[in-house]
Structure formats: C-alpha cells, structure tokens
C-alpha cells in the first residue's frame, strides 16, 4: 500500500457510520438486458419507463435519453415487469464496472425522477442503487451521498483493498460513511452537483477530516 493508500485507509476508518447506521441500503439494478430483451424500447413511448444504464450518467446526475448511447432507452410497463422497475423517487447510482485504464472506479450519479420521468424506473444490471427501503432517497440526501461518494479518498481506498474493476453492492455497503450531520455539512458548501473533482476533494476534507 502506498501513501496515498495508507492515508485513504485511515480516513475511511474515522468515518463514524455504517450505510445501515443512516437509515439506507443499496441494490443491484434488478434488469438484466439481454432477459428482458422483448420488453425493451430504443426509445420512450407510451407505456414504458426509463431505463438507465451507465452510458446516461453525466457531470453526477443522469442525461436521458441522451442520443449517444445505442443501448434502449426504455422498457414496457407491465406485469412481466413490474418486479424490475422500483418507484419514482431520487436516487444514488454507482457503475459496476469500469476499464482497467479508467481513472476512477467509483462513479456516483444521482437520478431525480422529477427531472426525467414521474413513473417507475429500471436500473440496468451494470448499475448499483442506493434505497430507502425499496423507495427512492430524500432529494438532499441523494445529493449529498453522491459528493460524498465521488471524493477522490474514497475512490482510493476501494482501489487499495479491492483487485477488480467491479464495484459490487457489497462494497459499497461495507463501507464507512459519514454521519447524517457531515452531510449535510458538505451539501452547504457544494449547493449543486458538479464535476469539478478539486472543488468535492477541497470541501469535503475540510468537512471530514480538517483538524
């Protein structure tokens, strides 16, 4: 383990809470594209939901449809689906997978159903999604949970401890997160989500680990 590493293992473990400890839970996204290929549409029509897949994630929110993406953009509403479709709402997605040569493997986007459709939505099996239950995140809680899970430490420590350029559920639930109050510090100081990797990095230290 390097420096980099060493320190990112420390801070992780400062962290005071579990996901369990404030109040939520993570999920695989439950469509698995090629099982459900005769439900799926290239794009919305009547009687379909969005489905997101990581090709829709841009600067920590989600761009749908986005025209630079040849996967479905939707899937039909009906009863041979409704059990891979969860409630509008807000939510927190991460990618499962990235390139070796990618320079992140954890990615965060959140997804705002009022900012893209107000009915259910599938999550695409290449995705995780942080829940309430089942049911979407308070709108600023969303927001915060992904600044704080697109800060650079964070990345860094799953790099030291995990060999693979996958990120399952479960490693995402094994973490360490910050308290309810941490976040919330860190949404005042990032009022919005953006890309800016520096600005996230700046505050949220400050906000976590400043002494």
Same mark, same amino acid.
């Given at each position: 383990m390097d420096d980099n590493g060493e320190r990112a293992a420390e801070c992780m473990s400062r962290l005071p809470a579990s996901l !369990? %400890?404030?109040?939520?839970?993570?999920?695989? #996204?439950?469509?698995?594209?090629?099982?459900?290929?005769?439900?799926?549409?290239?794009?919305?029509q009547r009687g379909t939901a969005p489905l997101i897949y990581p090709a829709h994630f841009h600067k920590g929110s989600i761009k749908w449809p986005n025209g630079q993406t040849c996967k479905p953009n939707a899937i039909i509403v009906d009863r041979h689906t409704e059990?891979?479709?969860?409630?509008?709402?807000?939510?927190?997605?991460?990618?499962?997978?990235?390139?070796?040569?990618?320079r992140r493997r954890i990615v965060a986007a959140?997804?705002? !159903? %009022?900012?893209?459709?107000?009915?259910?939505? #599938?999550?695409?099996?290449?995705?995780n999604y942080?829940?309430?239950?089942?049911?979407?995140?308070?709108?600023?809680?969303?927001?915060r949970l992904c600044i704080f899970l697109n800060f650079t430490v964070v990345d860094t420590f799953f790099r030291q401890f995990s060999g693979h350029t996958q990120v399952n559920a479960l490693d995402l639930?094994?973490?360490?997160?910050?308290?309810?109050?941490q976040l919330r510090a860190i949404a005042a100081k990032i009022p919005r989500l953006t890309d800016d990797?520096?600005?996230v990095d700046e505050v949220v230290e400050k906000v976590l680990f400043a002494t």
């Amino acid at each position: 383990m390097d420096d980099n590493g060493e320190r990112a293992a420390e801070c992780m473990s400062r962290l005071p809470a579990s996901l !369990a %400890d404030i109040g939520f839970s993570v999920s695989t #996204g439950r469509v698995v594209d090629f099982r459900a290929r005769n439900y799926l549409r290239p794009q919305p029509q009547r009687g379909t939901a969005p489905l997101i897949y990581p090709a829709h994630f841009h600067k920590g929110s989600i761009k749908w449809p986005n025209g630079q993406t040849c996967k479905p953009n939707a899937i039909i509403v009906d009863r041979h689906t409704e059990d891979l479709l969860v409630p509008p709402g807000a939510y927190v997605l991460v990618r499962r997978f990235s390139a070796k040569e990618e320079r992140r493997r954890i990615v965060a986007a959140v997804y705002d !159903a %009022d900012c893209v459709s107000g009915g259910p939505v #599938g999550f695409e099996n290449h995705l995780n999604y942080f829940h309430c239950g089942g049911r979407g995140l308070p709108k600023d809680f969303a927001k915060r949970l992904c600044i704080f899970l697109n800060f650079t430490v964070v990345d860094t420590f799953f790099r030291q401890f995990s060999g693979h350029t996958q990120v399952n559920a479960l490693d995402l639930q094994s973490l360490r997160y910050p308290s309810q109050e941490q976040l919330r510090a860190i949404a005042a100081k990032i009022p919005r989500l953006t890309d800016d990797q520096d600005a996230v990095d700046e505050v949220v230290e400050k906000v976590l680990f400043a002494t």
